[in-house]
């Protein structure tokens, strides 16, 4: 069984904002058991909402336990099996855009925006200076990209995919995800009773699993983005309890998790395929094109990879009960070791290609973001940014945490019980014995005229340093005003894992490995140039470094690791409730609960960006650093041999295409709440839960939520722009869970043998929708992040079109008005969620009928049970966020089901 905490915790528990706890069951002296399975097939499903077809579905899950004495009253076992097998597709399927065949064939005549404005295609190869400083091109006759101009890698993609389900430009292809498991788990625990004072007791699991193929939105198609996966997991733990005396209790526990993975085998020369040059001949992976709004073809990650992630755990704690108060004494040590090979990260060695609509577009042009197409530009060969990986990666990264705590319950008197804690947490960084590099923002850099910036290998300073400062106090209160109602209060600090725990091996550098370097490449200014041409294939990599030097990647893509990035995310919570018992052992709960989280990771520390303030330069900022409008602007080259943009020039760090800054603890949130529970233990034959939470929460770690994934702000020096309604944020929760056993268990004979034993339960969810952000804007060619457009003042973000008679085939969600392009060269007003604007709320309820049928003369409490569980009952649509991207010719459309349609499944499960 297991229970989650997620509001005040003792001192006991940390390095997280919520907790898990599980306990295993034990056994006897009497031997119990049972046996299940669960079967769900697709002849009982019901359809997606944009689905033709019931995606065949055939999942079992079947298992049983066992427990009882090995020695009696000294030895128990229990034991467990439970295997899974599932094949079939995804039960919710919703649609993805493939181009039309006019478009495979570079005819764009067709291509129209939400408004229902022709987008019209520009041709690169017609890009020349406006004389003002600026760039100019000409578009395609008739919006049609000739045959002899389409790239011949991109034409074998283009034959290679399915064709469209339906017309239309957008939304024309329902997926095909599948998703084959195969998994087993073995499970025993042992108790042993050594004296009556000392207590062993252990653990094990063995979990196998394998994911023969797990196809996304193209299924079976040599370009689907999914690969196998699988691997073993292994769990152990040994606990001793020891019975000091009446007061004083010890326990000790040690424990290893260890969890291991492999990506697609190396049998599977899938890169072959698309023959583009550059790529080793027999790759496994498919290289991977990110084209826009299209799913992605290929996917780079499709390469032989091995993970075996380590974990051990030793925790030791003391109970000493002393008149008044209950103290609790202890601290845990964890080691985790991550030895991998990885051949996918950095591209892969088939390479990851992303096409933008700039370089079809019109440069200089009100309209620049929104005016070409991605599909253009692949089709022409222009790529955008690219990213690659020389040679395989080996690497073992090693982290560990150590942890003391302190609990204090104090009965101050027989009405009020108050509760101190204190944990201390020291958190160490990953490493990989002295095999990372990064660069140090002071050395000077060699390779560029000695500007600070340059690699250092091998160094603990690489590493984020360890904060020594992350104190933790815990302080709860509890009041009884009456032998009915209570009164509770509390505040606690807790810390989660440290920002540079969460890298992996990237911290390792994403550019330089002990074996061999990956590159990146992109558009030298903003997509008036490509990066390179696709059927040149991918610029040649460096050769393996046999001397260290500092200027490796000038050019190319750096990696750094923050001083700050040892710090580890943490939450100020506090709640403050009261709690009241009715009759029929009916308790009512409410509360309000806060909590406001600092040093959260969030990739808002973009401080490579070019200064705002050199916006004003225009279009100058995209002109070559040695063109005559730049020399006649004063603008020098940065070093000796610089060739780039003005913009380039103008970054801190110029030597550097981007730099890659993981542990970034900068992140901010703030959730304020009102918590409503009523619940009503099992009493005759009813219990039910029924919770309520009214909230809100901001941040501005981004739509992405915590991760330094994020984009970046679209300023650094005004992180508060990204401040927003959390993504996550419901307004509205309305959760009930339920059981009611139907009457009749007292008959006998063949009534009673029909009509007892059965029992209803059910789980709804109902809550509001989460925030939508508008995205697409100005692409201003300062390296900046998060471009968004302009909120136009008085219109609604929302069509007019209720969600409740809204139609995904006719109607859009969202108002085209609502939103214009910025100025050239500005940043728009959108904030990275609107206020007004939510997603469809969720609604689902959730039913099971169960029949329990006592066979006594078998054996005493041997019964069987049998049950049909009905998941969204009402088989009730919600559709998922529409496209929000400004220009975009999808924008307002909805092309997903967010829930599962109804599914039914049948258990047969025997207990004795």
Do not use: C
């Not at 899950?61 to 090995?70: A, D, N, R, V, W």
């Not at 295609?121 to 003002?132: A, E, K, V």
């Not at 990739?603 to 730049?630: K, R």
């Amino acid at each position: 069984e297991f229970k989650v905490n997620t509001t005040l915790f003792p001192a006991e528990q940390g390095r997280g904002f919520g907790f898990s706890s599980y306990t295993l069951k034990s056994g006897t002296n009497s031997f119990h058991g049972n046996a299940w399975e669960f079967l769900r097939n697709d002849a009982l499903d019901a359809r997606g909402f944009f689905s033709r077809n019931k995606p065949i579905v055939r999942q079992n899950e079947f298992g049983g336990t066992i427990g009882g004495p090995i020695f009696k009253d000294k030895t128990f076992f229990f034991g467990t099996y439970s295997g899974f097998r599932r094949g079939g597709g995804s039960p919710v399927r919703g649609t993805v855009t493939l181009p039309t065949p006019a478009f495979r064939q570079g005819d764009f005549s067709q291509l129209k925006d939400a408004k229902g404005n022709l987008i019209p295609i520009f041709d690169p190869d017609t890009t020349n200076p406006d004389g003002q400083g600026g760039f100019v091109r000409t578009p395609f006759p008739g919006n049609i990209v000739p045959a002899n101009r389409i790239s011949a890698v991109a034409k074998r993609v283009m034959d290679l995919l399915p064709d469209p389900d339906f017309p239309g430009i957008v939304n024309n292809f329902v997926s095909r995800s599948t998703t084959n498991v195969h998994r087993d788990v073995f499970s025993v625990k042992i108790d042993h009773n050594l004296t009556a004072s000392h207590k062993l007791y252990g653990s094990l699991t063995r979990m196998f699993r394998n994911t023969d193929e797990s196809d996304t939105a193209l299924g079976d198609n040599p370009l689907d983005s999914g690969y196998p996966s699988g691997g073993p997991t292994t769990t152990w733990r040994v606990n001793h309890d020891w019975i000091i005396s009446t007061t004083l209790l010890n326990h000790f526990a040690f424990g290893f998790h260890g969890l291991s993975g492999y990506g697609r085998r190396p049998d599977e020369p899938k890169g072959d395929l698309i023959q583009l040059p550059g790529t080793p001949p027999g790759a496994p992976g498919m290289p991977a094109f990110y084209i826009g709004d299209l799913p992605e073809l290929g996917n780079s990650d499709q390469q032989p990879s091995l993970r075996w992630v380590q974990t051990w755990n030793l925790a030791e704690s003391l109970s000493w009960t002393r008149g008044r108060h209950q103290f609790k004494f202890g601290g845990e040590y964890w080691r985790q070791k991550y030895p991998t090979l990885a051949q996918e990260a950095g591209g892969g060695l088939s390479g990851t290609f992303s096409f933008s609509n700039l370089e079809t577009s019109q440069p200089n042009s009100p309209n620049y973001t929104i005016w070409g197409t991605p599909l253009a530009s692949f089709l022409l060969g222009q790529v955008d940014y690219a990213g690659k990986l020389g040679l395989g990666q080996r690497r073992t990264m090693e982290e560990y945490y150590l942890a003391f705590f302190a609990d204090d319950k104090i009965q101050i008197s027989p009405n009020l019980t108050l509760t101190l804690g204190l944990r201390y947490d020291i958190p160490w960084a990953y490493r990989d014995n002295q095999r990372m590099s990064a660069i140090d923002l002071a050395l000077p850099n060699p390779g560029a005229g000695n500007r600070p910036g340059a690699y250092v290998f091998g160094a603990d300073k690489i590493a984020a340093p360890i904060d020594w400062k992350e104190f933790g106090p815990r302080i709860g209160l509890a009041y009884s005003w009456n032998s009915k109602t209570v009164i509770r209060a509390g505040y606690g600090l807790l810390y989660s894992q440290t920002n540079a725990t969460a890298l992996g091996g990237f911290q390792a550098g994403g550019n330089f490995f002990e074996a061999g370097a990956a590159s990146t490449i992109q558009s030298p200014n903003n997509g008036v140039s490509s990066a390179f041409h696709l059927d040149s294939g991918f610029p040649a990599l460096p050769s393996p470094v046999d001397n260290l030097v500092p200027s490796i990647n000038v050019g190319s893509t750096a990696d750094y690791m923050s001083p700050h990035g040892g710090k580890a995310g943490r939450t100020h919570n506090w709640m403050l409730g009261i709690q009241r018992e009715l009759a029929a052992g009916i308790v009512l709960d409410a509360a309000y609960v806060g909590n406001k989280g600092t040093h959260l990771p969030a990739g808002l520390d973009n401080f490579n960006q070019v200064p705002f303030h050199y916006l004003s330069l225009g279009p100058l900022l995209n002109q070559d650093i040695n063109s005559p409008e730049a020399i006649a602007a004063g603008i020098v080259s940065p070093f000796p041999g610089f060739s780039g943009s003005v913009a380039q020039a103008l970054r801190p760090y110029p030597q550097y295409i981007d730099i890659y800054n993981p542990a970034q603890p900068v992140g901010n949130l703030s959730y304020h709440s009102f918590q409503a529970k009523a619940q009503k233990r099992f009493n005759k034959g009813l219990s039910f839960l029924v919770s309520y939470t009214l909230s809100k929460s901001l941040t501005d770690t981004g739509q992405g939520g915590f991760t330094i994934w994020n984009a970046g702000p679209q300023d650094i020096e005004r992180h508060r722009l990204e401040k927003t309604i959390a993504p996550d944020d419901r307004t509205h929760t309305l959760v009930t869970s339920w059981v009611y056993e139907l009457p009749g268990k007292n008959l006998r004979g063949l009534a009673g043998g029909i009509l007892k034993g059965w029992a209803v339960s059910g789980i709804t969810d109902y809550h509001s929708g989460t925030p939508i952000g508008f995205y697409g804007g100005q692409n201003t060619p300062i390296f900046n992040g998060a471009d968004r457009p302009n909120r136009v003042p008085g219109e609604p973000a929302r069509s007019n079109v209720s969600a409740g008679s809204f139609d995904p085939d006719r109607d859009l969600y969202l108002n085209p008005a609502a939103i214009v392009g910025p100025a050239p060269y500005t940043i728009g007003t959108a904030g990275p969620s609107e206020p007004d604007l939510r997603g469809f709320a969720f609604f689902e309820e959730n039913f099971s009928l169960i029949k329990r049928t006592y066979i006594p003369h078998i054996r005493e409490n041997f019964n069987v049970e049998l049950r049909a569980d009905f998941f969204n009952l009402f088989n009730r649509v919600v559709f998922s966020g529409p496209d929000a991207g400004f220009g975009s010719p999808g924008f307002g459309r909805v092309g997903g089901q967010a829930n599962v349609p109804r599914i039914i499944q049948l258990g047969l499960k025997f207990n004795f």
